[in-house]
T-cell receptor, first 119, second 114 residues
């Protein structure tokens, strides 16, 4: 069965610190997608990144970077030089291949990690 | 332009009442979803529809009934509301039913049952 574990529940840092959010997943499928979503205090869910199981290249987008390692079933997210606006709950999620691949079509979320960036 | 919209944003009601939450997407997506986020922020899927056809129904009480009049709309009707139904309900949509596409979420509806 699919499972996403975000072991950290809450992290507090001071502005400009780097912070890494851990995500470990479980799946029996060979085709799957991993996602990160951000939920700021205003409550909406903001899509950050999608990565498929066949692409292990790391990705960088501004201050955000993602490290995908199939060998350890991890998809970690690093924020460099954190800012107060990064304060939010961050969710890692997994989606297996759809019905054509015999999988489900739902997103399975981790429990979220609350990041507080203090000035 | 709002991509995925939900109404109402806030809903406060008494136990036992029946209420509906509406969702509309203007992205031209084929698949829509309802997720529930509980007080501990845990997000779990409830339903998925593809082109008005129910695809996923995740052990949700039958007091919850989704209705999709067309592929741009997926409404959620809840009968006989209970205290435990208090949560944030998110609608989402994605381009295909393959489970591989990004799901885009609405702003959420905060339901409080008194």
């Amino acid at each position: 069965a699919q499972k996403v574990t975000q072991a950290q529940t809450e992290i507090s840092v001071v502005e400009k610190e780097d912070v890494t959010l851990d995500c470990v997943y479980e799946t029996r499928d060979t085709t799957y997608y991993l996602f990160w979503y951000k939920q700021p205090p205003s409550g909406e869910l903001v899509f950050l990144i999608r990565r498929n199981s066949f692409d292990e290249q790391n990705e960088i987008s501004g201050r955000y970077s993602w490290n995908f390692q199939k060998s350890t079933s991890s998809f970690n997210f690093t924020i460099t030089a954190s800012q107060v606006v990064d304060s939010a709950v961050y969710f890692c999620a997994l989606s297996e291949g759809g019905w054509l691949q015999g999988g489900s079509e739902k997103l399975v979320f981790g429990k979220g990690m609350k990041l507080t960036v203090n000035p | 332009d709002t991509a995925v919209s939900q109404t109402p944003k806030y809903l406060v009601t008494q136990m036992g009442n029946d209420k509906s939450i509406k969702c509309e997407q203007n992205l031209g997506h084929d698949t829509m979803y309802w997720y529930k986020q509980d007080s501990k922020k845990f997000l779990k899927i409830m339903f998925s529809y593809n082109n008005k056809e129910l695809i996923i129904n995740e052990t949700v009480p039958n007091r919850f009934s989704p209705k999709s009049p067309d592929k741009a709309h997926l409404n959620l009707h809840i009968n006989s509301l209970e205290l435990g139904d208090s949560a944030v309900y998110f609608c989402a949509s994605s381009p295909q039913r393959e489970g591989l596409e990004t799901q885009y979420f609405g702003p959420g509806t905060r339901l409080l049952v008194l």
